[in-house]
C-alpha cells in the first residue's frame, strides 16, 4: 500500500487520531490551563451553518477541559491553528515536503492539494517553521572530529544592483560533520568579525576545521585544536583527508533546489528554506530515516512554531 494511502492521508478523523498520538502520546492536554486529567471528547459537534456548508462542518477532535471547561482540538499552539485547510492535507504536505530530495514548490502544492496559491505558500513556510531546529547546545565534532566550514552565495538582495562577483548576492554560512549533521545560517558578510562566534559556538574546540584557503578562516582556526585547509585557488581539492567536499555536495543539493524551486526566495525567508534543506540533510535515508519517518519528525515539531498569519 502507497503511504499516501494511509487513512490519516484522506480522512480527517484519522488525521487527528494521528496528529494526537505523535505530538500528545501521553494524552490530551488542555493547551487553555495545562490540565492533563479529566477531558471530555465532544463528538457530533458541528460549526455554523454557512452558504458553502449549509449543515455545518463536523469538528473532528473537538475536546473540552473537565477544569476550564473551555473546548480545544490539538491545532492549538501548533502550526495548524487558525487554518481552514483540512488537517489531512496538511499531513500530505509534511509527508511531500519531506520526502522530496530538492523540495517541491508553491505551485506544485497548490496544485497536488487543490488549495490557493496563498495558501499553499503560507502552509509549506510553517512546515519549514516545524522543520526548524530550535536550539544548537550540543556543538558539532568532537575530540580529533573534522567539522568543515564554507560559505556560499545565492540569489539577490533585494534592491541590489547586479554586478560581477557576489556582493549583490544573499550569503549562507554552513558548517557539517563528516557522517553527521549540518547546520546553516544565513549571514550579512563571509567576513571573519560575523563567522567567529557562530564557528565558536557551534564547533567543539577539540575537533578539526576544514576550510578551504580563504583568509578568515585563519584567525578563526587558531580557537580549535587544529585547522587544516585546501588551496582551492591554486587547484588542490584534495589533500588526504583535508578537503571540503562533503560541504560542497551539501551546497550542490542545495542550490540545485533553490534554483529550481524557489527561485524567487528572499532574504526575509532565506532560513527557512535553510531549515528544510538542513532537516532534511540531518534525516537522511543514509542514516537509516525513511520518508515516513523523516515526516513523524517534523510532526513533532509543529509545537509552539506557529506564525502568526493565518491561510
Not at 488537517?87 to 519531506?98: P, S, Y
Not at 549540518?182 to 576545521?209: D, H, Y
Request: charged share 25%.
Amino acid at each position: 500500500m502507497s503511504v499516501l494511502s494511509q487513512a490519516h492521508m484522506h480522512d480527517e478523523a484519522a488525521a487527528f487520531a494521528h496528529v494526537e498520538s505523535m505530538i500528545l502520546p501521553d494524552g490530551p492536554v488542555c493547551p487553555h490551563c495545562g490540565n492533563c486529567g479529566k477531558v471530555y471528547e465532544l463528538k457530533g459537534v458541528r460549526s455554523k451553518p454557512s452558504k458553502k456548508n449549509p449543515e455545518g462542518v463536523e469538528r473532528h477532535g473537538l475536546k473540552k477541559c473537565a477544569e476550564c471547561r473551555k473546548q480545544f482540538t490539538v491545532r492549538i499552539g501548533t502550526i495548524f491553528e487558525e487554518s481552514h485547510i483540512p488537517l489531512h492535507k496538511w499531513l500530505q504536505a509534511i509527508h511531500l515536503m519531506c520526502s522530496s530530495k530538492k523540495g517541491i514548490s508553491s505551485h506544485q502544492l497548490h496544485r497536488t492539494l487543490e488549495v490557493t496559491y496563498k495558501a499553499a505558500w503560507f502552509l509549506s513556510h510553517r512546515i519549514r517553521e516545524a522543520m526548524r531546529t530550535g536550539s544548537f547546545d550540543v556543538p558539532l565534532g568532537g575530540k580529533g572530529e573534522p567539522v568543515e566550514v564554507d560559505e556560499t552565495f545565492i540569489g539577490r538582495k533585494k534592491g541590489a544592483e547586479v554586478k560581477r562577483g557576489t556582493s549583490h548576492k544573499m550569503a549562507v554560512l554552513s558548517l557539517v560533520e563528516r557522517g553527521g549533521n549540518v547546520r546553516s545560517f544565513t549571514v550579512k558578510t563571509t567576513k571573519a568579525k560575523e563567522l567567529a562566534p557562530i564557528v565558536n559556538a557551534n564547533v567543539a574546540k577539540e575537533s578539526f576545521l576544514l576550510t578551504d584557503e580563504a583568509k578568515q578562516y585563519q584567525s578563526i582556526g587558531k580557537a580549535l585544536d587544529a585547522h587544516l585547509w585546501v588551496n582551492h585557488g591554486s587547484g588542490e581539492y584534495v589533500d588526504g583527508p583535508v578537503h571540503t567536499n562533503t560541504i560542497e555536495g551539501f551546497f550542490s543539493i542545495f542550490k540545485r533546489g533553490m534554483k529550481g524551486v524557489y527561485q524567487h526566495c528572499s532574504e526575509k525567508h532565506l532560513h527557512r528554506y535553510l531549515a528544510e534543506y538542513d532537516f532534511r540533510y540531518n534525516n537522511r535515508t543514509a542514516q537509516g530515516v525513511d520518508d515516513r519517518a523523516r515526516a513523524n519528525k517534523a510532526l513533532v515539531g509543529v509545537v509552539g512554531k506557529r506564525l502568526k498569519y493565518a491561510c
